[in-house]
Antibody, heavy 126, light 110 residues
């Protein structure tokens, strides 16, 4: 059974960097049958996919256009986890943040977001 | 990338069938058979109910079914039960290796 456990601060000041970590059990961040995403949810925007990382002989990264200039997702193979960094945050970045897995077969990643973390409410406020 | 369009709310009586629509464009819903649906109860993480337009993960009731026609995908819940009351979100792959969600639909069991 795959389990995703999120950690990180719930309060970030405007202009600073939001940092969250998602620890994986029951699977591997380096698995060639998975991709690892960050998704957020706010009342104003609903669910919003932010980006993902996955390993296929090398690491790949895909990011949503809306946050591409501010986001970094990093795998941590030593601790079997991956992280989210979102720079220069504003109150508009206040949301519940989730990590999630996508299962991939030999041809494509298509069983999207089959496992989710518990969610972390991050509030951007001074 | 604009969010997919879902009705804000849908309701039905126990035992009835309801259908939730999810409208996009030829660049997302209409262009790929990569539409998924999620059920979310208040305060909980979303749960995958349908992937690849019409496939159910193991453990999901066969009362849930998905379909697609052109740029609109649909989720049908048959034999509506009280436990189906939740928010439902659609999601689609978009060209350039990104994903987009719908705004969510609140399902009320009357």
């Amino acid at each position: 059974q795959v389990r995703l456990q999120q950690s990180g601060p719930g309060l970030v000041k405007p202009s600073q960097t939001l940092s969250l970590t998602c620890a994986i059990s029951g699977d591997s961040v380096s698995s060639t049958s998975a991709a690892w995403s960050w998704i957020r949810q706010s009342p104003s925007r609903g669910l919003e996919w932010l980006g993902r990382t996955y390993y296929r002989s090398k690491w790949y990264y895909d990011y949503a256009v809306a946050v591409k200039s501010r986001i970094t997702i990093n795998p941590d193979t030593s601790n079997n986890q991956f992280s989210l960094q979102l720079n220069s945050v504003t109150p508009d970045d206040t949301a519940v943040y989730y990590c999630a897995r996508t299962y991939c077969d030999s041809t494509r990643c298509h069983i999207t977001f089959d496992y989710w973390g518990q969610g972390t409410l991050v509030t951007v406020s001074s | 990338q604009s969010a997919l369009t879902q009705p804000a709310s849908v309701s039905g009586s126990p035992g009835q069938s309801i259908t939730i629509s999810c409208t996009g464009t030829s660049s997302d819903v209409g262009g790929y058979n990569l539409v998924s649906w999620y059920q979310q109860h208040p305060g909980k993480a979303p749960k995958l109910m349908i992937y690849d337009v019409d496939k159910r993960p193991s453990g999901v009731s066969n009362r849930f079914s998905g379909s697609k026609s052109g740029n609109t995908a649909s989720l049908t819940i048959s034999g509506l039960q009280a436990e189906d009351e939740a928010n439902y979100h659609c999601c689609s792959y978009v060209s350039s290796r990104t994903w987009v969600f719908g705004g969510g639909t609140k399902v009320t069991v009357l």
